[in-house]
């Protein structure tokens, strides 16, 4: 159980378009996601939490109008990179917590496989 | 502040030689603490986790931490290493003043010689 999914694992781009990268929470809900960003042999960045139902809540730093992220339902978070530049290039990686399965703080967050995004 | 440090960047044991993995942490809350792995362009996948139940905390694969709050650590062993435990290991904090702030440790990438 608490698997996470993301879609696409592997997207190729030119610059100046969008990405949109889906993460859902397969056999549980998830009012919480979270996206990271990784870069090669370095640990995660937390970019932003996404809360269901309402804005996400970013990291300092993050730009919101380039990294738009939508939680429409309990087990589907969407993150858009609008404008990609090769700079965005990056593994993004999102997490849900299990809310069935503790209390707040301890709460286990499940991790999806990434998706590697490259910008030309 | 809060915060996580894990000791090692890069840990090298033989196979079937004993591995501990170090992580220390920084809080004035009661915490929960996690250890992941990731190998190569996959995301994590949890081992174990400490929710402030038993203090040795047994995960899978074999591996198992202690959570010690004198020392302020919870360090990762395992008794016997295998070729396929070669990867990055991430220990992360989740602190009870905010349920929502996640803190990762740097990463420690465990080799495992033949």
């Known amino acids: 159980g608490a698997v996470v999914s993301q879609h696409p694992s592997w997207v190729i781009c030119k610059s100046g378009t969008s990405v949109k990268i889906e993460c859902r929470s397969l056999?549980?809900?998830?009012?919480?996601m979270f996206w990271y960003r990784q870069f090669p042999k370095q640990s995660l960045m937390l970019m932003a939490t996404?809360?269901?139902?309402?804005?996400?809540?970013?990291e300092q730093g993050v730009e919101k109008d380039k990294f738009l992220i939508n939680h429409a339902s309990l087990t589907l978070s969407t993150l858009t990179v609008t404008s990609a530049h090769p700079e965005d290039s990056s593994f993004y990686i999102c997490?849900?917590?299990?809310?069935?399965?503790?209390?707040?703080?301890?709460?286990?967050?499940?991790f999806g496989p990434g998706t590697r995004l490259l910008v030309l | 502040a809060q915060s996580v440090t894990q000791l090692d960047s890069h840990v090298s044991v033989s196979e079937g030689t004993p591995v501990l993995l170090r992580c220390n942490y920084s809080?004035?809350?009661?915490?929960?603490l996690f250890w992941y792995v990731q190998h190569p362009n996959k995301g994590l996948q949890l081992l174990l986790k400490?929710?402030?139940?038993?203090?040795l905390v047994k995960g899978i694969n074999g591996f198992e931490a202690e959570f010690k709050k004198s020392e302020t650590s919870f360090h990762l062993t395992k008794p016997s290493a295998h070729m396929s435990d070669a990867a990055e290991y991430f220990c992360?904090?989740?602190?009870?003043?905010?349920?929502?702030?996640?803190?990762f440790g740097s990463g420690t990438r465990l080799s495992i010689r033949p």
């Open positions: 997490s849900a917590r299990d809310q069935g399965r503790g209390v707040g703080w301890q709460e286990t967050q499940y």
């Open positions: 056999d549980f809900q998830a009012t919480t």
């Open positions: 996404s809360n269901e139902g309402s804005k996400a809540t970013y």
């Open positions: 809080s004035s809350y009661s915490p929960s």
């Open positions: 400490y929710t402030s139940a038993a203090t």
């Open positions: 992360v904090v989740t602190l009870y003043s905010s349920a929502s702030k996640i803190i």
